[in-house]
């Protein structure tokens, strides 16, 4: 990026206090440990630590501007602008860096998926485009800003994450990013604590499509429920994509086998296989968006389909390891209860010993907690997982769950990971496979560490 002092404080209507308005930035951070010669620095005043603090470190580092809101005075030959707020300054700044741009920009949103989905779509354009994308999952209120600055000339794309927790998250993000396309994975009930119901998360999420234009379009999951349900209702284009018979791109005749996910693939421009190097059915419409927004941007839906045959999974997202003969499928980044049940889908794809699902709390559900692990326990024994583990206290509720079913199923239900870990040591042999899955809060990494 290059933009000036000048062009900063004007874009966030703050007033200089010291320091040249024609010095170039070349990058933004909001962390004072990752500062480079011509950076912003953005503090950013949290709960428990004040960025403030390190601005004289930043500038030994090389940075060469800093916003703040704690000062009204500076005597300094570096820049300081001073603003009402650093984190509304930051998201005006992005806004602003973002209107140079004169390229399709792609928004990615839903309750499970997200950051898969914007993997498969920024991999299928760039079999045609220049593409830039959000850095793992940089989607929030601080992330998102941080990842319009990373915008150069020669990109020709941007595929942009966008997350939502709360009502009018998604309506600030829409406002900087801009998106002129958009895609909805899905709508579970991931942060219903605060939203209170699946149709306010649905309501919010919708604000993705608040910057919209004539030649805009909204991509959704067919296979949802409530996505479907804006067939006929949304004002503006909508291309759908699914297993359902009038999706305009459809899968068919699917098969998971040996590490890889096939399936036939009916678009406007006919019928084709495209192969996957990750294993489960969730892959497939994950594939599908990448494959229909790469169709709609003009790259040819057979070398955007050769592209996803290159796809990798992200660390802690069904990346699967090999160890001593036992399979551990690490998927511990996250968890809801629809991604748990698509991860138990694709730990019950396994043939040889034991399935083992490791399944600890699911967090931020609120009044739907207990239904939700219960559920997901009943998903688990159905499925046909030989050995469930939970770890904390709401995880309880899955092994319930999951002995209402099968009341033969051994559960063991622990506290924390150190237990859990002893457990698998204990019990796991040649040829068994391991899932481990929890919310982030959870840490089961830790987990996935000690069986690695």
Known sequence: MNITVREITEACGGKLLCGSPDTSITSVSTDSRKISPGTLFVPIKGEKTDAHDYISATFAAGAAATLTQEHGTMNDTHAWIRVPGTEQALQQIATAYRSKFRIPFVGVTGSVGKTTTKEMIALALSAGLNVMKTEGNFNSQIGLPLTMFR?????QAAVIE???SNFGEMSRLAQIAAPDYA???NIGISHIQQLKTQQNILSEKLHITDCFHEGSVLFINGDDELLAGLRGKFNGKLISFGTQSWCDFRAEDITVANGYTEFTMHSPDGARKVKLPVLGIHNVTNALAGLAVAHTLGVPLK???EKLAEYRPLAMRQQIHCVNEVTIIDDSYNASPDSIQSSVNVLCSFQGGKRVAVLADMLELGD???????DVGVHAAQAGVNLLITVGEQAKEIARGAQSVNPGLVC????????????LK???TGGDAVLIKGSRGMRT????????
Do not use: R
């Not at 739907?368 to 219960?374: E, L, N």
């Not at 063991?412 to 457990?423: G, L, P, V």
């Not at 990494?445 to 690695?452: F, Q, T, Y």
């Open 183 to 185: 895609v909805m994975t």
């Open 162 to 164: 966008m997350g939502m």
């Open 368 to 374: 739907f907690s207990q239904k939700a692990h219960f």
């Open 412 to 423: 063991h239900s622990f506290e924390n990971n150190e237990a859990a870990i002893a457990e």
């Open 445 to 452: 990494d830790e987990i996935v560490k000690a069986l690695l």
């Open 151 to 155: 915008l150069e000339p020669e990109h």
């Open 303 to 305: 070398k955007a389909a």
């Open 426 to 428: 204990s019990t796991l």
